[in-house]
């Protein structure tokens, strides 16, 4: 007999058996043994490649943690039972847990069930069902623009992929190369924007003193930058401040904007997520574009059907003509083919089952609904429980800003206050995440922050 007593006789193994000891048989001439006696040439050569012991990046520094995904690398290292995080801009049911939405559900079900499905690549723009609902979404179904097919719309990866499609689209075809992003702003814009090849610059947005909007600083801002410069605009929920311009501020902003040709990019990532309702959320995209002019809208459906991880969301241009969007649709593909190709094909297909479907689409709006209210009722509660406590100042600010964020005013030392005395982890700015909270934690936060403001300020 020869070969290894292991390997099963060919007579008497089952196909698979046969297959996997063809396997071990393959591998084993490959063994470092088999190699020391058999091909010598293949072994590496002493001296071959070697560097030493230095690694080719020796030089490479440390980089800093992400301000805000660092929040939660503190917090997971914390062991108190206490400890909370609001850092993180992600929903959470009353106990604290991550949540799927029921609609979310029931749509991957009907995905499984469909043995139809196959998983070929999708085209370079993604899912055409899934654009064109997209657009309807935020552009409302009866939008003239769409009518008139003068929007081309591209899946992206969530709103960050939209808003970097985007970018590189303006950096390479359009004639203005400064963006003005609002201050303060989400952190990811400046990067975002400065390594796609656009000059960032900032109006001013937030006043600390009344916690509120600084409307004449930003007319101010945006009156004296160049004519056709890029103007980024949160469409509802401004993050990190929760702070909103009313219907009548936007028309006034939207009016300056359009009479000094500057162009407005949206950022759109808490469409329902602020009031509870999808098509108030849009207004300030709508205004602008039933005014005729032009503009670009960056999706995400990070927050609103919670689909985070499958970095699913659109980038939709409104051109003067359909003419001018199927040419900027041409050029998009040459953005989008070198960066990835082509999008991920299940989240753009949970989406566009959910947005196709009329039972889904009211179910979905009554689950955001639910989401919206219980933050919205979170500001309540800490508002009422700081009033209780007599905490010195007016808070009124937490129940007027609005999305998943308030800022709170706190400063940097408090911050680190409230995180080393109560184990409680948030931005150094003083955001707090209002869905991070719950009615069991509300107590600890406003005995944290009155202890700040009274001790540590
Ligand atoms: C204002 C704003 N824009 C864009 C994004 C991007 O989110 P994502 O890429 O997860 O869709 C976020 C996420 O927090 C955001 O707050």
């Known amino acids: 007999m020869h070969g290894r007593n292991t390997s099963p006789s060919p007579s ?174 989400w952190g990811n814009h400046p990067k975002v924007f400065g390594l796609a090849g656009l000059s960032v610059k900032t109006y001013r947005y937030y006043n600390p003193a009344t916690r509120g909007l600084d409307f004449e600083g930003l007319l101010e801002d945006l009156s004296s930058a160049p004519s056709g410069a890029i103007v980024l605009l949160h469409a509802c929920a401004h993050n990190p401040t929760g702070v909103d311009p009313t219907t009548q501020q936007w028309q006034q902003i939207r009016q300056l904007m359009r009479s000094k040709a500057l162009l407005p990019f949206f950022d759109s990532a808490y469409q329902g997520f602020a009031s509870g309702n999808l098509d108030q959320d849009a207004l300030s995209v709508r205004m602008f574009v039933n005014d005729g002019g032009e503009c670009l809208a960056a999706q995400s459906y990070a927050k609103n059907l919670g689909l985070y991880g499958e970095r699913v969301g659109a980038l939709s241009i409104v051109c003067k003509t359909a003419d001018v969007a199927g040419r900027v649709e041409s050029q998009l593909k040459l953005v989008i083919r070198p960066m990835y190709s082509n999008p991920p094909l299940h989240g753009a297909s949970i989406v566009a089952t959910i947005l196709k479907d009329r039972a889904l689409f009211e179910e979905w709006t009554i689950e955001l609904k639910a989401m919206a209210d219980r933050i919205i009722s979170m500001r309540h509660q800490l508002f009422d429980a700081l009033r209780s406590r007599g905490t010195p100042g007016d808070w009124s600010h937490i129940i007027k800003q609005i999305g998943m964020f308030t800022f709170t005013g706190l400063n940097s030392d408090q911050v680190a206050f409230m995180t080393k005395e109560y184990h409680i982890y948030m931005t150094s700015d003083g955001r707090i995440s209002m869905a991070g909270l719950s009615l069991r934690t509300v107590p600890h936060l406003a005995d944290a922050i009155h202890a700040a403001v009274t001790r540590a300020a």
């Open 12 to 185: 008497s193994s089952s196909p698979t058996d046969r297959r996997l000891s063809a396997l071990a048989r393959h591998l084993e001439g490959s063994s470092p043994t088999a190699m020391a006696s058999g091909n010598q040439s293949i072994a590496a050569a002493p001296t071959s490649g070697s560097t030493g012991s230095r690694s080719v990046f020796d030089h490479v520094v440390q980089g800093p943690e992400d301000a805000i995904l660092g929040v939660t690398v503190a917090y997971n290292k914390d062991s108190s039972p206490v400890k909370l995080n609001l850092g993180v801009g992600a929903y959470r049911t009353e106990e604290g847990k991550p949540l799927v939405l029921n609609v979310v559900r029931k749509s991957e079900q009907m995905l499984v069930n469909d043995s139809s499905r196959v998983k070929e690549y999708l085209p370079i723009v993604g899912l055409a069902d899934f654009n064109k609902l997209s657009a309807k979404l935020i552009l409302g179904a009866d939008s003239p623009a769409i009518q008139e097919n003068r929007v081309t719309t591209v899946q992206c990866l969530s709103g960050t992929g939209s808003l970097r499609v985007g970018a590189e689209f303006l950096a390479r075809h359009y004639h203005e190369h400064t963006i003005y992003i609002p201050l303060p702003t």
